[in-house]
């Protein structure tokens, strides 16, 4: 891993374009609970009239995730 990478471990998926994470700095210091965009994804509300297509792709993040057996890069 070079020095802009590091390591995160999913606490859970916020909505369709957000996702928490814990950050390994390294050396055993963890930074906990950071909300993190993710890149290029702009995904429907969960509030108001897009609250249906919201829900809908945040579950799919979610199985994304759950299927994940490496890195998310």
Do not use: H
């Amino acid at each position: 891993m070079d020095d802009l990478q590091r390591s995160a471990a999913l606490v859970r998926v916020k909505d369709g374009d957000t996702v928490v994470v814990d950050l390994d700095l390294g050396l055993g210091v963890w930074l906990r609970g950071q909300a993190v965009r993710l890149l290029g994804v702009d995904a429907p509300e969960l509030t108001g009239d897009e609250r249906p297509a919201g829900l809908e792709v945040k579950r799919a993040v979610e199985r994304w995730f759950k299927t994940r057996k490496g890195p998310a890069t």
